[in-house]
């Protein structure tokens, strides 16, 4: 492994370079800079790539330009905006957190690193993020791109995730410039998504490619085994009742996925579906894929003349279908819907 401090290595004047010139300066939020815009797409990103972000992010921005716009949002609209996007835990974790912002800091967004990672959803990288595009201030960053950048470049080889990550972060605040911070942080990101990727790194084009111990070696360094695990299948049934203009919606509060999405009833005998006479019914099952769990999804649809009362203190309401788009709920269940 690469001793940068014996060795004086500077990787930001290289990173800054070519980000300047190569760099996607052209991303929605890398325009009109503010902390609250930044904040919004640091979370989006995590775990998400960028092609799928960016519709996401400029549909949530359009509803909600400013933070003082957000503090009045609802949690069901930010997750509404979110359907489809995944990983909803992070949309929960923003209406958390504008909570925080509105209730315990006078509306105004933290500019302190340490008040930063007490809210809902922020870790250190992101607050790093946070700080350094938004601020300009120097702070190191550790996401994934990042990582796999830095692990190649010092030839990491570190046998445990726990030891990496703790190697990796040593090695990220020492190499972090305190000057033109906001264009290495935006520089190193990309480098780890556009250049240094997974598979095929395109060390030709790196502007490290001279001072990288892996250079033109895209095995290393070596990827630690994990234990492989199986994902689990779970049977989930679903009874949606509609009319020709209406559906009618569950909030599912069970603390597990698709915990404060909008569904189909779990329970249609206690929700008094039945007691109604329906005058279509038929079947769909759907397979669909979490990132820790496979769905299958067995749908019944009952078609009904009118909407009629449903006796159950859950959260529950007739929406018009053309209201969809206002209702998180989970992208399987939203293109049944539309098909109606």
Same mark, same amino acid.
């Given at each position: 492994?690469?001793n ?10 290289y ?31 995590q775990?998400?790539q960028?092609? =799928?972000?960016?519709?996401y992010y ?7 330009? =400013? ?9 069901? !609209?930010?997750?509404a905006?979110?359907? +489809?996007?995944g ?6 974790n ?28 922020? +870790?250190?990288?992101?607050a790093g993020a946070?700080m ?32 990496r ?9 020492n190499?972090?410039?305190k ?10 990101m ?27 070696n895209?095995?290393?360094? &070596?990827k ?18 509609y ?10 509060n069970? !603390?597990?996925?698709w ?23 038929h ?5 669909? &894929? ?5 769905l299958n999804?067995?749908?019944?649809l ?8 449903? &006796? ?7 929406i ?21």
């Amino acid at each position: 492994m690469i001793n940068l401090q014996k060795n004086n290595i500077d990787i930001g004047n290289y990173i800054v370079d070519w980000y300047l010139h190569a760099g996607r300066q052209d991303l929605p939020w890398r325009n009109n800079i503010s902390p609250y815009r930044v904040w919004i797409s640091e979370i989006m990103l995590q775990q998400t790539q960028v092609k =799928t972000v960016i519709p996401y992010y400029k549909r949530f921005l359009g509803k909600f330009p =400013t933070l003082d716009s957000l503090m009045v949002a609802t949690e069901d !609209e930010i997750i509404a905006l979110w359907s +489809g996007l995944g990983f909803y835990r992070r949309a929960k974790n923003i209406f958390k957190a504008k909570e925080k912002i509105r209730l315990e800091l006078n509306g105004k967004f933290p500019k302190d690193f340490e008040e930063l990672k007490l809210l809902p959803g922020i +870790g250190e990288s992101t607050a790093g993020a946070i700080m350094s595009i938004a601020y300009k201030k120097s702070y190191p960053i550790l996401d994934a791109n990042v990582k796999r950048v830095l692990s190649r470049f010092a030839k990491v080889k570190e046998t445990s995730l726990s030891k990496r990550d703790k190697k990796l972060w040593e090695i990220s605040s020492n190499v972090t410039p305190k000057s033109d911070i906001f264009e290495y942080t935006q520089g190193i990101m990309d480098l780890g998504a556009t250049i240094c990727t997974t598979k095929d790194p395109n060390c030709l084009q790196c502007p490290l490619n001279e001072i990288c111990a892996s250079s033109y070696n895209v095995e290393a360094p &070596k990827k630690i085994s994990k234990v492989v695990k199986i994902k689990p299948v779970r049977e989930l049934d679903f009874t949606l009742a509609y009319t020709n203009k209406h559906i009618l919606l569950f909030k599912r509060n069970q !603390e597990t996925f698709w915990e404060g999405l909008w569904l189909p009833s779990e329970d249609p005998k206690s929700h008094n579906i039945y007691n109604s006479k329906s005058i279509k019914q038929h079947n769909v099952n759907v397979h669909h &894929k979490l990132t820790h769990l496979d769905l299958n999804l067995n749908i019944n649809l009952l078609s009904y003349n009118n909407i009629f009362k449903v &006796k159950t203190n859950a959260e529950h309401c007739w929406i018009k279908k053309t209201q969809i788009d206002s209702f998180g709920m989970p992208a399987p269940i939203k293109k049944i819907i539309s098909t109606l």
